[in-house]
Every structure is written in C-alpha cells, then in structure tokens.
C-alpha cells in the first residue's frame, strides 16, 4: 500500500510520510490512527520551517549547521535561468548589470554549452575546458591592462600586482566562497580561500616558471625585481596565521565580526605591502627612471 502511494505521487511522498499516512486511514485502530496523525502533522510543520534542514537557534538567530543545504531552491534557480543575453532582468541594477556584461554573455552563451540543460549535461568536461580557456584569455587582457595602466601612472609592478591584479585574480574564488557559505557549507568556503592561495603559489608561479627556463630559453633564470617580496611574503605567513587564530575564537562560526576582522586584516596587509614597496620602512627598490 505504501508503494503504490508513493508511485501515484512520487514528487510529494517520501517513504516515511506515505507511510504515516497509510496507518492514518480505516485499516488501522483509532489508537494507532490518532498516534499517526499526530506525528504526520508534526513531521509536515517540521518540513515546511526548516525546509530539509536541521536547524539551531541561539540568541534569536537560525544557525545553519554545515553541510545542511536547503532541497529545493526555486529562486535560485529562476534567478540562474534567468542570466541569457535574450532575457532583460527585472530591476534597474540588474538591467544596468546585464547591459554592460552582455557582450561578454553572448560570446560565452555561443561558446560553451549550458550544462544546466538535459541536452548538453554530458558535455560537462567540455563546458569546464572552454571555461578554464575562456579564463586564460580574461586573465591575459587583464594583466596587459593592469601593466599598461600602471605604466601609464607611473605605479610599480608589484604594487598593480598586490592591489588590482590580486583583487581581479580573486573575485571567482570570492563568488565561490560565498555562494557555499550561504548553503551552509562554511569548512568548503574556508578550505577553498586557502587552497586558492595554495594553488597560486605554487602552480600559478612553478608552471610559468617552469616553461620559460625548460621549454622558452632552457637554462635561463628568472629575476625578481623587487627585494620588498620577502616582506610581503613574511606579511602573507602571517596575515594566515592571524586569520586561522581569529576563526579559532570565533569558535570556527562565520559571522559579521569574522567579516570585519578579516577585511581589517587586509586592509593592513595591503597598507604595509605598498609602503615597503614605496621605501617607506627601510630602502628596498630604487626609484623608477622618468623618460624626459
């Protein structure tokens, strides 16, 4: 009997519910019945509160366990269908938003398969290469314009490197941390920022490196420029260590004070950073020649 609930509506019965709902009816005694009821109707309002996730409340506020997310997420969906170049959003920001981008989503919309449709879902390593090349290609104009700008306004490379570069470089990870985090996923969200920056270090510099002196000019060495790196390193090491240490008392929650004492964090690194470049501390780059 419970079988044939579930197949004669199988999207709104799970197992347990089409099987409190079968003792409810006359085959069962008025005890199990009432017995039944009771839990179908704490089961449903349950269901319907928290949605599929089991929640926490403390001091007024709906805590998100970590790995709960919610099942079913409409508005999320219809806001993803919703980006096309075909398709004018609602709202004015979100009009200007899809105006200035929509160059951009109408060569990405003929280039790389939507896998999010049943037709192209097999196509996903396709999707994820053309992603990964389309990438390379953003990164390639970026750090031109970045080098050109900063050339133009007389600013070192390090210091285009640190600020803007970083910070473009940065905005997909930032996107990625947040939409987990929101799902309720905070160890992904951390664990991504650091392997980010794992990642970058040792593979965005050991690969370029590699192929200049292995397979460009084999033998060669590569110069770094600016002695003020080894500060910038010793102010990396420890801008982590400080984050780690600020998540560890925050009893590993992410809340508003862990946002700001982060952002402080970074606000600090960057200020220490530009003044050892600029010689502020102790003389570490020479100055830069003025074309007369």
Request: charged share 15%; glycine share 8%.
């Amino acid at each position: 009997m419970v079988d044939e609930m579930m197949n004669a509506s199988p999207s709104k019965f799970r197992f347990p519910e089409a099987g409190l709902r079968v003792m409810v009816t006359s085959h069962f005694g008025p005890k199990t019945r009432l017995r039944m009821a009771s839990r179908l109707i704490i089961t449903e309002k349950l269901v319907q509160a928290s949605n599929g996730m089991e929640t926490q409340v403390a001091d007024g506020k709906v805590e998100i366990e970590n790995g709960n997310v919610p099942e079913d997420k409409p508005t999320e969906l219809e806001e993803s269908d919703s980006i096309s170049p075909f398709h004018i959003p609602s709202g004015i920001g979100s009009k200007l938003k899809w105006l200035i981008s929509w160059p951009l989503l109408l060569l990405l919309f003929f280039t790389i398969p939507n896998c999010a449709k049943p037709r192209w879902e097999r196509c996903f390593m396709l999707s994820f290469l053309l992603s990964t090349v389309w990438i390379a290609v953003f990164s390639y104009l970026m750090v031109w314009m970045v080098t050109i700008v900063g050339y133009t306004l007389g600013i070192p490379d390090v210091i285009m490197g640190i600020t803007f570069l970083a910070a473009g470089t940065s905005v997909p990870d930032c996107i990625a941390s947040l939409i987990v985090a929101r799902q309720g996923l905070g160890d992904m969200a951390v664990s991504n920022t650091i392997g980010s920056n794992v990642f970058d270090i040792l593979v965005g510099l050991g690969v370029p490196w590699a192929m200049q002196t292995m397979c460009v000019s084999y033998g060669s060495v590569v110069m770094i420029n600016s002695r003020g790196l080894v500060y910038s390193v010793v102010l990396l090491l420890g801008s982590v260590a400080l984050t780690v240490l600020g998540i560890h008392l925050n009893k590993w929650q992410l809340d508003l004070k862990l946002g700001v004492y982060v952002l402080v964090l970074y606000a600090v690194f960057l200020c220490f950073s530009i003044m050892i470049e600029y010689n502020v501390f102790t003389f570490v780059n020479l100055p830069m020649c003025i074309d007369l």
